[in-house]
């Protein structure tokens, strides 16, 4: 099993930036994987960005390109997205997820966290 937990939630005025972070725990060396997602009051999870655990690609919903960045630390078995010139619409509940394969632009990861809510306001 591995378990994830995101931090860094918060709120923070329309423009502004805020780091999540994911720490990873447990098998992680069955991890292929990590992403990003959130959801907002009414709608569906929606996937925001990922990055593979070994070579670092990344992958960002056109939504965020430009203005989110994830990263990593294998070291220290974390992720990180940092989100810059934040909008209203981003308000939402992040979550963080871990995947042992698949395609890293889906919904279809493993594990999951709690979620950190994220408020925009304008």
């Known amino acids: 099993q591995v378990q994830v937990v995101e931090s860094g939630g918060g709120l923070v005025q329309a423009g502004g930036s805020l780091r999540l972070s994911c720490v990873a725990s447990?098998?992680?060396?069955?991890?292929?994987?990590m992403g990003w997602f959130r959801q907002a009051p009414g709608k569906e999870r929606e996937f925001v960005s990922a990055?593979?655990?070994?070579?670092?690609?990344?992958y960002y919903a056109d939504s965020v390109k430009d203005r989110f960045t994830i990263s990593r630390d294998n070291a220290k078995k974390s992720i990180y997205l940092q989100m810059n010139s934040l909008k209203s619409e981003d308000t939402a509940v992040y979550y963080c997820?871990?995947?042992?394969?698949?395609?890293?632009?889906?919904?279809?990861?493993?594990?999951w966290g709690q979620g950190t809510q994220v408020t925009v306001s304008s």
């Open positions: 990055i593979t655990w070994n070579s670092g690609s990344t």
């Open positions: 997820a871990a995947a042992r394969g698949g395609r890293p632009v889906s919904l279809d990861y493993d594990y």
């Open positions: 447990g098998r992680t060396f069955s991890i292929y994987f």
